[in-house]
């Protein structure tokens, strides 16, 4: 699947037929990307401590 962003990049994902991500593509570094989740999709979510002063939040979908 190939995603065209807005600026003209493309970032090309391969999933498995499972849904999983196989191979990804992206036009810029992981770390310049966030991901927005509707409120209402989201049936949960958990704040996980790093032990350096950060922490990830882990959140389950509906």
Known sequence: MDV????????????SEKGSVRNSSTPYPVNEYH????KS???S????ELGN???DVKS???
């Open 41 to 43: 999709s989201i049936s």
């Open 4 to 15: 065209t962003l807005d600026d003209g990049a493309i970032f090309d994902v391969e999933v």
């Open 35 to 38: 991901v927005e989740i509707p």
């Open 53 to 55: 002063g950060n922490y």
């Open 60 to 62: 389950k979908l509906k």
């Open 45 to 48: 979510k958990e704040r996980i």
